[in-house]
């Protein structure tokens, strides 16, 4: 059994994998003063909530937050005995090359999302990740990972407005009624709503021209579904593209051994 866990900068995902699916998975937020203990008394809780009893053998960790690494390391250590795969270190190989500049630093859960994407979907992709940030990482036709976009997150987006406008309130993200509001709230989330559909088509198209090929969008994160059902912006929605990553690159580095 294996234990794929995806640590974000908002919130952290533990999936249990027996080899052909995913048999649970538990979110909690992402702090990195959580010890190992506490790592396995929120997971034991959890597992004995749902019945079940497996014998966790292997951990795999993908995290953008390099903080909360050492602690699941220990947490994969002195519960399961295991020493886990980590995303990025020199000892978990990829199934597919990175070419990026000398010295470039790829985030984790961007190596994941392209290795995911290349299994699913084959190369000559975009993926397109709503996390705290919004990425857009390109894939080659071999399956490469060779660079992206950063962009501001939605909510993140929307927390800067709130925060820096002492007028404007919180709102929550969702498609408008119309595209011109007729008080604060609307207005602002028409600003973002729209504001976003109209970044990402540009982005992706900007992108498919400069690489001179048709290419295809894949949507992932938790606010992908908003954005999908609106503008078929994208060919397709992949909801736990990270955690299959995560398999296809444990899967990988058992072959290699």
């Not at 929120?42 to 960790?61: A, G, P, S, Y």
């Not at 199934?95 to 979907?121: H, I, K």
């Not at 709230?185 to 690489?211: H, N, P, T």
Request: with cysteine; net charge negative; glycine share 8%.
């Amino acid at each position: 059994m294996l234990l794929a866990i995806d640590c974000g900068n908002t919130n952290t995902v533990f999936s249990l994998w027996d080899g052909t699916r995913f048999v649970a998975t538990w979110r909690t937020s992402t702090e990195w003063q959580r010890t190992a203990d506490q790592y396995y008394v929120w997971l034991r809780t959890l597992m004995q909530f749902q019945k079940l009893e497996v014998d966790i053998t292997d951990v795999i960790i993908s995290s953008t937050v390099p903080r909360v690494v050492f602690n699941l390391r220990v947490f994969a250590d002195r519960y399961f005995n295991t020493r886990p795969l980590v995303v990025g270190k020199p000892d978990c190989l990829l199934p597919v090359d990175v070419r990026v500049d000398e010295g470039t630093q790829v985030g984790p859960d961007r190596l994941v999302n392209t290795v995911a994407g290349f299994d699913l979907f084959g190369g000559d992709l975009i993926m397109v990740d709503f996390g705290t940030a919004t990425t857009f990482d390109v894939v080659d036709t071999d399956g490469a990972y060779v660079g992206g976009v950063i962009a501001p997150g939605v909510n993140l987006s929307l927390e800067a407005l709130h925060q820096a406008a002492a007028a404007l309130p919180h709102v929550d993200i969702t498609k408008p009624q119309s595209v011109v509001g007729t008080n604060t709230v609307a207005c602002m989330q028409s600003g973002v709503f729209w504001g976003y559909v109209g970044l990402v088509r540009e982005i992706c198209d900007r992108i498919k021209a400069e690489r001179a090929r048709e290419m295809r969008v894949i949507s992932t994160g938790g606010l992908a579904p908003l954005f999908q059902q609106s503008e078929a912006l994208f060919d397709a929605y992949q909801e736990d593209l990270t955690m299959h990553g995560l398999t296809v690159i444990y899967k990988y580095n058992k072959e290699k051994e």
